[in-house]
Nanobody, 120 residues
Framework: QVQFVESGGGLVQPGGSLRLSCVAS????????MGWFRQAPGKQRELVAQ???????HYEESVEGRFTISRDNAKNTVYLQIHSLKPEDTAAYYC??????????????WGHGTQVTVSS
């Protein structure tokens, strides 16, 4: 079973920064499009950033310019650098396969996530 271990979250003030990390137990990690997802209380999980095997990135509009996704294939790790944090960024953040258009139905194995709370 695929495992994802997310870390790096915390409580930060508005305008602050965090770097999230996720280690994935995917045997062919480098071949996967990886994604960062988040779920705020009472809301659906959403895909906020994707990175292809070749390093091409795509961001959800609300995080464009503030979030940067990157990967280290040698470490089976994907990162999410977050700047200019806003209260609306408060959510549990998860990584997973970011290359599926029907991910809500297809992705059934998730890590515990890492909590990001933005508050003064």
């Amino acid at each position: 079973q695929v495992q994802f271990v997310e870390s790096g979250g915390g409580l930060v003030q508005p305008g602050g920064s965090l770097r999230l990390s996720c280690v994935a137990s995917l045997s062919t990690f480098s071949a996967y499009v990886m994604g960062w997802f988040r779920q705020a209380p009472g809301k659906q999980r959403e895909l906020v950033a994707q990175i292809s095997s070749s390093g091409n990135t795509h961001y959800e509009e609300s995080v464009e310019g503030r979030f940067t996704i990157s990967r280290d294939n040698a470490k089976n790790t994907v990162y999410l650098q977050i700047h200019s944090l806003k209260p609306e960024d408060t959510a549990a953040y998860y990584c997973n396969n970011g290359g599926l258009t029907n991910w809500r139905e297809s992705l059934t194995s998730w890590g515990h996530g890492t909590q990001v709370t933005v508050s003064s």
